[in-house]
């Protein structure tokens, strides 16, 4: 069976640091791995995807997340945090050829 | 163009009452998913429809839950009887479907809030 983690529920950045939402995830199989956001009273964003073509993926609003086979690992950063970035992320694995498995999510605070 | 759209945005019910929730997909794709979004389980799936292939409803907690896709595009999800513990936000997804996993993508609606009083 295939599972997502997300190391921590909240995560506080002061704007302009470098923000790191970390991702681990458990598949038997190559997997097909993503990260989408959720702004408040809004549906899910995606951001990035991977899907083995290459380890570091860039997405969208300057988030990049690289795939690490070794240590089972597809955490998200950005250089610099805007406050715009404040929203709940989501990291999530294909599980077969399309339901998604969702993490518990992980919400981004961005302090001025 | 278009992206997934679903009404109600909200519907608040009394126990006990019936609800339907309507997500209309992007155009052209073959492929819908619903989604359930709540406090005590996260984000679950619900329920799946590949084109004129049976729906796989692996994921609908109980057999109050259906949901339908009517001529391939527009998808109702019912709940009968609402229970308070069906307050969530549903949210539906479409996706190509006719592709291979590393191209098809997700595209999520705004979703539908529901609350059972």
């Known amino acids: 069976a295939q599972s997502v983690t997300q190391l921590g529920s909240h995560v506080s950045v002061s704007e302009g640091a470098l923000v790191l939402l970390r991702c681990n995830y458990s598949?038997?199989?190559?997997?097909?791995l993503f990260w989408y956001v959720q702004y408040p009273n809004q549906g899910l964003q995606l951001l990035l995807k991977?899907?083995?073509?290459?380890?570091l993926v860039k997405g969208i609003n300057g988030f990049e997340a690289e795939f690490k086979k070794s240590e089972t690992s597809f955490h998200l950063t950005k250089p610099s945090a805007h406050m715009s970035d404040a929203a709940e992320y989501f990291c999530a694995v294909r599980s077969g050829s399309y339901k998604l498995i969702f993490g518990s999510g992980t919400r981004l605070l961005v302090r001025p | 163009g278009a992206g997934v759209s679903q009404s109600p945005s909200n519907k608040v019910t009394e126990k006990g009452k019936d609800v339907e929730l309507r997500c209309d997909p992007i155009s052209g794709h073959t492929a819908l998913y619903w989604y359930r979004q709540s406090l005590g389980q996260g984000l679950e799936f619900l329920i799946y429809f590949q084109g004129n292939s049976a729906p796989d409803k692996s994921g609908l907690p109980s057999d109050r839950f259906s949901a339908e896709r009517t001529g391939g595009s527009v998808s109702t999800l019912t709940i009968q009887r609402t229970q308070q513990e069906d307050s969530a936000v549903y949210l539906c997804?479409?996706?190509?479907?006719?592709?291979?996993?590393?191209?098809?993508?997700?595209?999520f609606g705004p979703g539908t809030r529901l609350t059972v009083l």
């Open positions: 997804a479409s996706s190509l479907g006719h592709v291979g996993p590393s191209t098809d993508t997700q595209y």
């Open positions: 991977y899907t083995s073509a290459a380890t």
């Open positions: 598949s038997s199989v190559p997997p097909y």
